[in-house]
């Protein structure tokens, strides 16, 4: 069983391949760094099947961290998942990038944490790899969801700013690591509706900021 992973939806983009009829299971990786993932990623891909004498409609699945992180790399991820998905029939599957690194954490109940900017963070809590909840929070609504729980990182910023909470730090997830959640889905049959899947941004609009912003600032009636 044959399977192309994609993310784009961190600091690093990478492709990977994986067969499953053989060992190591993972039989091609290419990194995408900093801003190149926008440019090089469709590329990348057709370079990496071609070299691996694979055919894109031969594959079983096709997955995608469909995020949160990077407006521009979630994006460019997740239109190129769906593009290819649909052009060759390929089953497509989306993976929360929360759901990566909570599992990184090797713990029955996790919380991952991912820098938002603005001040504000990504929570997910994962309890027996399940999501119970993916939401945007201020720093301090983080720390005391985190507070006498695993809570697990993978960027330095975010380690800081939860240093009292003691968090596990971990490496970025790369396209790879969807691996194994991957073919739990593709054990179950769950696949997502390529034309209508989303990407998980988590994030409010500037409307909604500048809206919140307003009503904050406009002086209370005297009661």
Known sequence: MRILLL???GGEGSVALADTEVSPVVVAVEKLPGRSASERLVPAVRKM???AGWRLEELAALVVVHGPGSFTGVRVGL???KGLSEAAGVPLIAVS???????AAQAEKALAVLD???GEYYLGEYDGGRCVREELLPGDAVLAACAGRVAVVCEAKVADALAAVQPVVVPEPLAEDALPMALERIAAGAFDDAGAVD???LRRTDLEIFAQSQAKSQPREPR
Do not use: V
Not at 97 to 103: E, F, G, K, S, V
């Open 7 to 9: 993310n784009t939806a």
């Open 97 to 103: 990038r929360l759901a990566l690194l909570a599992r």
């Open 199 to 201: 990407a998980n941004y």
């Open 79 to 81: 239109s190129a998942a």
């Open 49 to 51: 099947l071609e070299t």
């Open 116 to 118: 938002a900017g603005r």
